[in-house]
């Protein structure tokens, strides 16, 4: 896993040339994976129940279905690698390695949640673990990511920032303008954009025109 291996060394060779990814997985890498979706589901259907029966207060996004994104992708990271994405974070949060019990204590409000209680759903951060959250406003993280992305670049420390953001963020304008810096200064920021067609629970047909 990227939270928890060795530094990875990453391919010069173009995408096209490059082998598949999935073959050169070991057996136990393949486990570990899966293991990980499987962490992120318990998870999310425990915080649902609870949700339910009022234990957890205010908001509460499940990332049920959308499991195999985060820890696909940030299995390919090194653990020093930066981590950002929008308020539906709990997913990305444990496949980035930071722990089941720190993240429902954060569900809880509870002192020794992740963000001391005070974040809630949204709101998951770990300086350990370089995850940056964890954010409320829609598409608000795009911009973010790109900063954290100029000073991993200022500092030539090597590293990047993996941002997720879903469909419905890609409206918002403070993304187009994150996307114009990060090619303008050729930062090290990769963009995720996970879509599930809804932006909550309005459809792509009814809020972008770009729609199929
Ligand atoms: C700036 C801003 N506008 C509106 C909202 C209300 N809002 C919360 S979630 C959401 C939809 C986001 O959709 P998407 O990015 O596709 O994420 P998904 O729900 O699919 O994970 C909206 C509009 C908000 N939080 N911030
Ligand atoms: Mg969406």
């Known amino acids: 896993m990227g939270s928890t291996g060795a ?11 490059s082998p598949a990814v999935l073959p050169t997985l070991t057996p136990s890498e393949r486990v570990d994976l899966l293991r990980r979706m499987v962490l992120i589901r318990r998870f999310e259907q425990k ?15 499940l990332y049920i279905g959308q499991e195999a994104v985060a820890v696909g ?7 020093s690698d930066a981590v950002i994405t929008a308020y539906r ?21 509870k002192i020794t949640g992740c963000s ?10 770990s300086k350990e673990k370089h995850f940056h959250g964890g954010h409320g406003i829609v598409g608000g993280q795009t911009p973010l990511a ?20 879903g469909d ?19 930062l090290p920021v990769i963009y995720v954009i996970e879509n599930n067609e809804y932006a909550m629970g309005t459809s792509q047909s009814r809020s972008s025109a770009g729609y199929p």
């Open 168 to 186: 419905g963020a890609v409206n918002q304008g403070a993304f187009h303008e994150a996307l114009n810096l990060a090619a303008l200064w050729k």
């Open 89 to 109: 974070d709990h997913g990305h949060a444990l496949a980035r390695g930071m722990t089941s019990r720190e993240c429902m204590a954060e569900l809880f409000g």
């Open 7 to 17: 530094k990875k060394v990453r391919s010069k060779e173009k995408p096209g040339k």
């Open 116 to 125: 001391r209680g005070k974040g809630g759903s949204m709101h998951f951060f």
């Open 73 to 79: 992708t940030i299995s390919t990271l090194n653990p």
């Open 146 to 165: 790109a900063g954290i992305a100029f000073a991993q670049k200022y500092n030539q420390t090597g590293e990047v920032t993996v941002c997720y953001l």
């Open 47 to 61: 915080a649902a129940q609870a949700f339910m029966q009022a234990k957890i207060k205010g908001f509460c996004h």
